[in-house]
């Protein structure tokens, strides 16, 4: 779309709807955003198209609902117009950009658009395409479809931030009745996104060696899997060979043997 110069319109509420293009599904509280209007006014229109005889909010909706709630009988808006491909891309585009958008809302936004395009060229392409309107990677949009790919239950930890999309991304390689168990446990755990994508790793790796332990015995093993690598790397070779026979001698770990002396050193 050209740039323009666009007219602000006062419309009255009752006359407008929620475009279907919208990529904003999820309910969210509005309290904030009415208490700062009611304090600074509406510093910025809502952008609605004309169809069908109707009005659609296509971009704004969050501020479209918070001034109805408000009972404002008028709200600010620029009037454009524009094809249901427009509205569906300037409407992930805006809320891309102020990152406000939950994940996996933005994922379903994506995945419209790209099903969208894959009428008229390749996955690839339109992948690319999506990426290049949205200032993005390919590789970015690529984790954002595989958010779809995860159990309901990870999706949820998502949408709660429990749980960041790269991981929830690295989630979706695993199959769905072991994700909700991971992902639990690296929440459990707070574990931090490098540590987390390699248990993910490890996980994937034991699951083909090991098929038969439950999802939860294989995590544990993973994190301490990885945890041993780290430990590995991080002190000297013939330090590590000393903590290695120490804890085989006491039958613990190299990461209790660790624990234990940091405990013991800090008098806890």
């Known amino acids: 779309m050209s740039e323009r110069t666009f007219q602000i319109d006062s419309v009255p509420l009752e006359e407008l709807v929620v475009s279907p293009f919208n990529v904003r599904k999820s309910a969210s509280d509005l309290t904030d955003l009415q208490r700062s209007i009611q304090s600074m006014g509406l510093l910025q229109p809502i952008i609605v198209r004309s169809v069908k005889g109707k009005l659609e909010v296509v971009v704004g909706q969050r501020r479209f609902l918070a001034c109805k709630g408000l009972g404002w009988k008028t709200i600010p808006a620029v009037k454009r117009e524009m094809t249901d491909r427009e509205a569906l891309i300037l409407s992930l585009t805006e809320n891309v950009q102020i990152d406000s958008l939950d994940p996996i809302d933005r994922a379903e936004g994506t995945k419209r658009l790209i099903t969208d395009l894959e009428a008229e060229m390749s996955r690839m392409q339109a992948v690319e395409w999506v990426a290049r309107q949205l200032g993005k990677s390919s590789s970015t949009v690529y984790d954002w479809l595989r958010l779809l790919e995860t159990s309901e239950g990870v999706r949820a930890m998502i949408r ?109």
């Open 160 to 268: 709660e931030r429990k749980i960041d999309t790269t991981v929830g991304a690295r989630l979706a390689s695993l199959p769905k009745e072991a994700q909700e168990e991971v992902a639990e446990i690296i929440h459990e755990e707070y574990l931090p996104r490098p540590r987390a994508v390699k248990v993910i790793e490890r996980v994937r790796e034991r699951i083909r060696e090991e098929p038969t332990l439950r999802p939860r015995e294989i995590v544990e093993a993973a994190i301490e899997d990885v945890e041993e690598y780290l430990v590995s790397v991080s002190f000297p070779g013939s330090v590590y060979k000393a903590l290695s026979e120490f804890a085989q001698t006491k039958r613990l770990t190299i990461q209790e043997v660790i624990r234990r002396a940091v405990k013991k050193y800090l008098n806890l």
